[in-house]
């Protein structure tokens, strides 16, 4: 599939961290983004989920993927956030409840091109028995 969304990264840099970590971590997650430092955060921008998505496939989180889009997503695309230590890692671990207490990696999606729903099943697909299934096979 060929899609085209514009995604937006920040991630807040506390006074007791380092920016390249920081830096580092979303980057291990989202691999090219273009990344600017400004005021106490990172701010960033890419149009590739490709290794985001196959992150989700890898720790077989689909489920989860497609809740946490879900409760952020509007008719323009959807948001979620990421705990930084992980990503630091290369795991992805979507911050549920109380944000960290060094701050989130917030991740705004923007969708162009297909629909909101075409991009989140492209990136996350619906799963049958834990298994990735196509949603026009349903």
Known sequence: MIYSVDVRIEAPVRDTEVTDRVG???ENIFPGVELDHEPG???GETHELERFSER???QAILDTARREF???RDDDGFSFA????AAFKGVVNFSVGNPDELGDIDVHVTVRDPSVDEVI???APPTEDG???DPNDR
Do not use: G, S, T
Not at 82 to 85: A, E, F, G, M, R
């Open 131 to 133: 298994r990735p299934v």
């Open 41 to 43: 955060k990172l701010v």
């Open 56 to 58: 989700l496939h890898e």
């Open 121 to 123: 099943d492209y990136i």
């Open 24 to 26: 580092d971590a979303v």
């Open 70 to 72: 879900a409760k952020r």
């Open 82 to 85: 990421l705990k930084k230590q």
